[in-house]
């Protein structure tokens, strides 16, 4: 991916790696220290989990129905950052029920038009590398 038009995918990558790492290490830590048991942890991401499977379904219908996807991914992106801005305020077990369950409905926004989109630019240019990065 040397070519200029692919440095907005690349930066895309590149954040999508680091916040994969915050959400799977830090946020975590940060839930044991606010719920304080693993067992409301483990309710609590659970169900949060069980909601975004269920979105999961209902955004690729919409994705796959919609004509501009770039619109669907802005939509997504935005709703994204203000769930990660709002998990400042997880503060109770129903304050992180509730914003890790929106904050997974919009990955699901975002993460659906974005898998398309990295696709149709791979298959475009025949990248099978992009594929497997």
């Not at 801005?85 to 109770?92: E, H």
């Not at 409905?105 to 497997?132: C, G, H, M, R």
Request: aromatic residues 14%.
């Amino acid at each position: 991916m040397s070519r200029k038009e692919h440095i907005p995918a690349f930066l895309s990558f590149t954040g999508y790696a680091v916040e994969s790492i915050i959400g799977r290490i830090l946020w975590p830590v940060f839930l044991i220290i606010v719920l304080l048991t693993t067992e409301e942890v483990g309710l609590i991401v659970t169900l949060s989990l069980i909601a975004s499977i269920i979105l999961f379904y209902f955004i690729g219908k919409l994705t796959d129905k919609t004509k501009n996807k770039e619109k669907l991914l802005k939509t997504g992106t935005a709703l994204y950052f203000f769930g990660w801005v709002a998990r400042l305020f997880a503060t109770t077990p129903l304050k992180v029920l509730i914003i890790d369950s929106c904050k997974g409905f919009s990955e699901q926004i975002l993460q659906v038009p974005w898998s398309t989109e990295s696709y149709n630019i791979a298959v475009k240019d025949n990248y099978f590398k992009l594929i497997v990065s």
